[in-house]
């Protein structure tokens, strides 16, 4: 069984929000404010988090099945 802690919803916005140089939400959880001001002690305010490194699993994704499927899957699909 995996006794990693959970992030709550505002818990994990917070942290998100850190990471992309975001203002803090007076709304979140006082826990939640505190992990969004420890990322921020670290990151300095900077958005660490470059959209250019998220990889695009989409794309990915739709290349994997033109290989599999060929150039036509698409149209197998919503013809269903």
């Known amino acids: 069984m995996n006794t990693a802690a959970l992030l709550t ?3 994990h916005k917070a942290s998100e929000a850190a990471f992309h140089g975001l203002p803090l939400d007076p709304k ?3 826990h939640a404010q505190k992990i969004y001001l420890g990322i921020l002690a670290v990151t300095n305010g900077r958005d660490i988090v470059h959209e250019e490194e998220v990889p695009d699993l989409t794309s990915g994704a739709t290349g994997m099945a033109r290989d ?5 899957w698409s149209r197998s699909l919503s013809a269903r």
Do not use: A, Q, T, V
Request: proline letters at 0%.
């Open 9 to 11: 919803h505002d818990e």
């Open 68 to 72: 599999l499927f060929g150039d036509d």
């Open 28 to 30: 979140w959880s006082r």
